[in-house]
């Protein structure tokens, strides 16, 4: 088949996120510059660039993560995986003001090393960020779309030593968590190994 988006799919739920998928969870902290305190996953989340590193995540609607992280220039990347997704779940409530999804989700809340935006103790990664850029995409009509992206600078890594197999980071320990399109969400529990062309690119 094919549609237009514009014109609808006619189809029982959109199947543009089951398209883009799997994609990795941004589990986002951020402390705004009143001292409150954030938790929330986003899908809409990758990595940039390794050189230096950088991550980027996309809010539609303007949601208190992006609030903070714009006031504060500061967020953390926590590594959602299989033993945390229940906490994960319930960390997107939208619970009132000023309660903390750290308790809520039974979460321990710890502080970062560089920035003032707190971590879950208990994730088994987790990437200290600076903001460097925020954008508000337009559409092809040249409207803002209600859509908003932080890039943010790797300046701190965390990473459990459970993790840790000579010296390299084992997904497959962890069991990272990515969500794909409708109520689907997949475990990395297995990997496979591919040698690339020689000059190889893109990847």
């Known amino acids: 088949m094919f549609y237009v988006p514009a014109q609808g799919h006619g189809l029982p739920h959109d199947p543009f996120k089951a398209i883009c ?11 705004s510059a009143s001292g409150a305190v954030n938790l929330a996953p986003y899908s809409f989340f ?11 995540f996309s809010s539609n609607g303007w949601k208190d993560s992006i ?20 906490a994960m779940n319930r960390s997107s409530a939208p619970l009132p003001r000023g309660v903390s999804e750290f308790a809520f989700a039974g979460l321990t809340e710890v502080a970062s090393q560089v920035v003032a935006a707190p971590r879950v103790a208990e ?8 903001v460097v850029e925020r954008l508000n995409p337009r559409t092809l009509a040249g409207t803002p779309s209600d859509n908003h992206m932080v ?4 300046v701190g890594v965390h990473l459990a030593d459970s993790c840790m197999v000579d010296g390299l980071f084992d997904m497959t320990r962890a069991r990272t968590l990515a969500r794909c399109g409708y109520r689907d969400y997949v475990v990395v529990d297995q990997l496979f ?8 690119g893109g990847l």
């Open 21 to 31: 998928a799997p994609r990795p969870i941004g589990w986002i902290s951020t402390r």
């Open 46 to 56: 990758t990595a940039v660039a390794d050189t230096p590193p950088m991550v980027l």
């Open 67 to 86: 609030a903070a992280a714009t006031e504060t220039g500061e967020f953390v990347v926590n590594l959602a995986t299989w033993d945390l997704r229940e």
């Open 123 to 130: 994730a088994a990664a987790a990437l200290e960020c600076r």
């Open 151 to 154: 890039i943010g600078q790797v």
């Open 193 to 200: 190994q591919m040698s690339r062309p020689p000059g190889a």
